[in-house]
Structure formats: C-alpha cells, structure tokens
C-alpha cells in the first residue's frame, strides 16, 4: 500500500493455522488514548487527521478491500503528526457483508475465532454493517465520519444512547447536527461531515478520495479556520 497513512507490509507467512502479517512496527499513541487523556485538537488538526485517514482508506479500497473495524483504538498518531490506519490486514473484500448481531456476547462479539469487537465500537458502525448488508467503501466513510464527528464535538452523531439503543437508530436516523454542539464549525465542514452521515450508502460520499478532496478544497478556500483554538468544546449534556 503506497501511503503514509497504512503501516508497511513487509511479508506474510503461512503458520499451521493461521496467516501471519509482518508489519511495520507503529509508534505513537492512539486517538483512542489521545482523547482518554483530554487531548484537544484544533480545528486544522482535526481535518489533517481525516484527511490522512481517507487517503489510508483510498489506498485499500483501490485493492478491493474495507477496513470494517475504523475506530480510534486503530489509528496512531506518530512523530511528525503523521497519522497511522492500523488493522488493514484484517479486514473484508469490497461485497461481504460484516457481522451477524446473534453473535452479540455480554462485552463483545467474535466473527470466527480470529476478531473480536469491543461494545465500544458499536459508536463507529455503519448501518449496513449493523444490518449484515454487503459493504463497500461507502461504510468506512460512515465510520470516518463519525470519528470526525466525535473530534468535533465530544459527542456521536446519533446521541447519547449506548449499545442496541444507539444501533438501533442507524437504519433510519439523521445525524444531530455537529454545529449544534460545537458552534465554530463552519457550515462548508458541517455539510462535508453530514454527506459522510447518511443512513443511506448513495446518500454518502462515493469515494474516500472524494472526502478528501472536499476537505482539501475547503482548505484552500478558507480564511476563517483557526489553527490554535482547540476545536474540541467542554463536555456539556444535550
């Protein structure tokens, strides 16, 4: 994969049961540990970090696959601010579908014996792998967009219902408004954000590269957009 954004393969290895991936050797601490901490970001560091992230996706939906796991534990930010996609060893070819929601365990589910989901990430699903429907690249968009969100605002775009309650509105349920939470986003970055959004795959973004390019156009165009200021507002109930 010939980006910045996905660590390097090096080799692959065939054991007695399992495929081995011989991968670069990431350093940095994730989102995840990043937000956990009370790490804030600008608002120019938040679209770098989506930026980064839809050019990595890019770069694997080319070969024909999905990511399906997109989540902040998965993304490392390193030196340099250079952000890291991992986890795109493990994944689903472009049109299988994601998982089957019996399988739900007390604090998890397993698909095969290889992948485990924690309840945590239910927050970045998108509908149709809620829905056990075929995935393309327009639901990682989806997750992309909700980690967006989530770095916008603190908040997940559909409330603040947890587990089956919040899966349960991803079939028909638009996005709360980012700007209803976090008043400086511009309304070019807020239409970007609610188009990555939508409840329905051709309503979306058709293409991480078109993510990007919205972004960087918005970018080039833009004077109002602070670049100290964390982007991030107090957490504040509803």
Known sequence: LDTASIPHFYAEEEGEQHWFLLVEDVK????QEMLDGGRTFSPREVIHIVRSLAEGLAAGHRLGVVHQGLAPKRVVVCENDIVKLRSFGLNLAIGKTGFDLADVEKTGFKQGSALEVDVGEFFYWSPELYQDRPLDARSDIYSLGVIFYHLLT??????DVEGMAYLNRLESQEPIPPSRHNPWIPDPIEGILLRMLRP?????FQSAEDVSRALESFLSLSRE???ETPATPEPQGD
Do not use: H, S
């Open 154 to 159: 603190r908040k997940f775009p559909l409330g």
């Open 28 to 31: 940095g601490p994730t989102l």
């Open 200 to 204: 329905r795959p051709e309503d979306r």
């Open 225 to 227: 957009l602070r670049t």
